[in-house]
């Protein structure tokens, strides 16, 4: 196997023999990595190659051990794959004593903890909680009414906490339970971590506590955790657990990517010392680890800029609920189609209720969100978020310049057997068209009305103001009687009104008796689809094409509360005396063609028709 061999070069690169090395020593040290590296699995076969490495006799002769030990690091590193594995040669270490600070008295012990730890409450309530170091089980049961009295009960009721990590670089294992229970419920315990120890080859699942000092702060609050590069071990732990549990939004810095613990072992009674990773930790949500690699926040920014952020982001969560509930309301007295408008309001707040909202950290999340959720529950894509947008207004232009802004919103040709075509891609305002309805006529309209058939190229016309749509269907009837072309209902003003054709134009009407052909494609909306909707539900064209988008009649725009969050709502529907008329759903065609095949199967339609009546 590659390990194996790759030992055996590792091996048989050093010295074995010289004389300041006891014979044993690169076995004692495969020993020591077999006992307690934490990831036993990648060694398979190393005690075999070291001892095939043993009778190895082109051995070269090293005589400086800090060499020995560089090569043995950088080969056991780089085989193994763990970059944490290391080899020293330490003749005069000397092991740092670990304070046994559970010997100290709790008054002395509080004062050292508070050096550490920090609180405060910040503007709006936001409690700001500080800890440098983690400390474990036993000291926490020992000072815990201190801990509770002299420092969680001063951001115990505050609206939002901050838990800032980010000088977090030491800690005991033990003392995540309690940080992490203190942000979940009692019931039922939630696995934290699991822990594989390999010197006692034992694992351990860390579980959320039911029973704790003082009161929780519980799961309903926000919580936001400040990050840094600098945030390793056990801080990491927190971090990755309470990201995964979705209990807190992560801010600031990818962490350090520490060891949860690393041990520095003597080899032998030698000066060479082996550190490693003597235990492992995972995520059971995950099935990962947050070593080597670190936690990556939610939102990452500068370590410095870490706490203007959380603070923003908490700000604007307070926001949420209000913004959500008046959303809830406007599309329940606003939204035209009122069969659906209750059940999508309630279902929207239900979202609000169950925490779809709560992880949101930016008004452009939240648009996006509230975007979804409403398209989604409606099924109606003209539902939805949008931006107050200025326009200038149009400037005063002289009639010659009126008339190249026709022409060049218009297409017009005569195609074969003296058919018409004509296309436009949006519909005008009434207010802007009437006044230049003459130069409309003169410059477009008059250049096809007198052809034995029209072809209306609608593929690409995404919609515009239906307050012209009356104006232009009667020109396709005659004018001796007028016509209900739709009803329209209004929600905001529950008022009923009736579109009819109308008895005075400009210019020559093309009357009903000759040809009407509609070209459609999947990006024919809006007032385009009321066009088509009230000519195919009259006979009086026929429709070729793909199914329209199923837009909507222009929406009206609704500010929600005083947020920069503002709604499109559909407030009219078509054929009010019907279930439905053409929103959502689009409109079929009578021949269904690409839409780039629809002018070509129109062309053929009518030479079939004008063949046959030579």
Excluded at 386 to 407: F, G, S, Y
Excluded at 418 to 442: H, S
Excluded at 483 to 502: A, C, F, G, V
Aim: proline share 5%; charged share 20%.
């Amino acid at each position: 196997m590659i390990l194996t061999l790759a030992l055996l070069v590792i091996v048989g690169s050093v010295c074995l023999v010289h004389s300041s090395y006891p014979p044993t020593l690169v076995m004692d040290m495969a020993k020591i990595l077999a006992q307690n590296y934490c990831y036993p699995e990648r060694l398979e076969g190393i005690i075999e190659a070291i001892e095939a490495a043993r009778s190895n006799t082109d051995i070269l002769n090293i005589p400086d051990p800090n060499a020995v030990a560089m090569a043995l690091s950088a080969g056991m590193a780089s085989t193994i794959g763990d970059s944490r594995l290391l080899i020293t040669y330490e003749p005069d270490f000397i092991p740092k004593a670990t304070p046994v600070l559970s010997s100290v008295p709790p008054e002395y012990l509080i004062s050292i903890i508070k050096k550490s730890v920090q609180v405060e409450v910040l503007e709006n309530n936001i409690g700001y909680f500080r800890i440098d170091h983690i400390i474990g089980e036993d000291i926490a049961e020992k000072i815990g009414p201190l801990l509770v009295e002299n420092i969680w009960n001063k951001v115990l009721l505050t609206s939002a906490m901050i838990l800032d990590l980010r000088h977090t670089a030491s800690g005991e294992l033990s003392g995540v339970p309690y940080i992490v229970s203190y942000f979940s419920n009692a019931e039922p315990p939630t696995c934290i971590s699991t822990v594989y120890d390999r010197p006692s080859n034992t694992t351990v699942e860390f579980r959320s506590l039911p029973e704790l000092l003082g009161k929780r702060y519980g799961v309903s609050k926000d919580l936001i955790i400040l990050t840094s590069k600098n945030t390793r071990g056990v801080a990491e732990d927190v971090a990755y657990a309470m990201k995964n549990m979705k209990r807190a939004t992560i801010v600031g810095e990818r962490t350090a990517g520490g060891s949860l613990k690393i041990e520095k072992l003597r080899v032998g009674e030698t000066g060479f010392y082996f550190t490693m990773p003597t235990a492992s930790v995972r995520s059971p949500i995950t099935g990962e680890s947050w070593e080597v690699k670190g936690v990556t926040p939610c939102i990452e920014v500068d370590a410095g800029d870490a706490l203007e952020t959380a603070v923003k982001i908490i700000n604007l969560r307070s926001t949420i609920p209000v913004i959500v509930q008046e959303a809830s309301v406007l599309v329940a007295e606003k939204y035209a189609f009122t069969q659906i408008a209750e059940d999508v309001s309630q279902k929207l707040l239900d979202l609000l209720e169950n925490g779809t909202y709560s992880m949101i950290n930016s008004e452009t999340e939240l648009e996006a969100r509230l975007s979804a959720d409403l398209k989604e529950l409606s099924g109606d894509k003209c539902l939805t978020t949008t931006h107050i947008t200025t326009q200038d207004p149009m400037p005063k232009l002289a009639p010659e310049a009126l008339a190249e802004m026709v022409r060049a919103s218009f297409q017009t040709d005569i195609l074969e057997n003296n058919v018409g075509l004509l296309r436009f891609d949006m519909f005008g305002d009434f207010e802007q068209v009437a006044p230049i309805a003459k130069i409309i006529v003169e410059n477009v309209w008059n250049k096809v009305v007198n052809t034995t058939a029209l072809v209306i190229d609608l593929r690409n016309n995404v919609g515009g103001y239906t307050s012209t749509i009356s104006g232009f269907c009667s020109y396709f009837f005659d004018g001796n009687k007028q016509i209900l072309l739709d009803t329209l209902y209004n929600r905001p003003s529950e008022t009923l009104k009736e579109m009819w054709t109308l008895s005075r134009l400009t210019g020559e009407r093309y009357g009903e008796k000759k040809g009407l052909i509609i070209l459609t494609s999947a990006a024919t909306m809006g007032a385009a689809e009321e066009f088509v909707y009230i000519m195919k539900k009259l006979g009086r064209a026929t429709v070729i094409g793909e199914v329209t988008r199923g837009g909507c009649h222009p929406p009206e725009t609704f500010r929600v509360a005083d947020s920069d969050v503002y709604l499109s709502v559909p407030v009219t529907r078509s054929d009010a005396l019907q279930d439905h008329g053409w929103e959502g759903v689009g409109i079929s065609p009578h021949i269904p063609a690409s839409a780039d095949a629809a002018l070509d199967t129109a062309k053929e339609l009518l030479n079939e028709h004008f063949g046959g009546q030579k």
